[in-house]
């Protein structure tokens, strides 16, 4: 039994759902629009303001998709009306970050400057020279572009220096003992 399936989704005022043939779903609110297409093994109900997912029968692969198609229509619907966010911190002597058109540039300590290039449906802010804000209505795809951001200077575990995200806890790890 799923836990997350059988959860109805609500649709918030200004956010308009469409269901077309072939579980293709397009959702459309203040902040842009999303379509996605779901396998035919789920059935997707709308009543009103809210959203059932319902699945045709109890093989595995069903029961398995049943909670990350509710998941992945849930998410669309959030994307569209508030966005997601991701907040990265850049720890370290002269590591900042600067706007570059709508890209960024990194000083992460490195003998040249890094270009992180503009991505469709994605925005960057930088609070200060240290904090950079991923957004956009799409979560995988912040959650990817932030990630690769990290990538380029992952915090090491001696000092905390590198770029971690807003909510991570680094474990330090005591240094040699001489």
Not at 72 to 83: D, F, R
């Amino acid at each position: 039994m799923s836990r997350v399936g059988n959860k109805i989704i609500p649709i918030p005022t200004g956010v308009t759902v469409s269901l077309n043939a072939n579980n293709n779903v397009t959702v459309k609110g203040p902040k842009g629009t999303l379509t996605d297409t779901f396998n035919e093994k789920i059935t997707i109900v709308q009543e009103g303001n809210e959203i059932t997912i319902k699945r045709a029968d109890d093989l595995p692969f069903t029961r398995s998709i049943h909670g990350t198609t509710r998941a992945l229509l849930n998410n669309m619907i959030i994307g569209v009306s508030t966005g997601f966010s991701k907040t990265l911190e850049l720890v370290g002597v002269g590591y900042r970050a600067a706007l570059n058109g709508k890209g960024i540039t990194l000083s992460l300590g490195y003998s040249h400057p890094i270009e992180i290039a503009p991505v469709d449906g994605i925005t960057f802010k930088i609070e200060g020279q240290n904090k950079v804000t991923v957004e956009g209505i799409e979560k995988e795809v912040v959650g990817q572009v932030a990630a690769n951001i990290r990538g380029h200077r992952p915090p090491e575990p001696y000092k905390g220096k590198g770029v971690k995200y807003s909510n991570e806890i680094i474990r330090r790890k005591e240094g040699k003992k001489g």
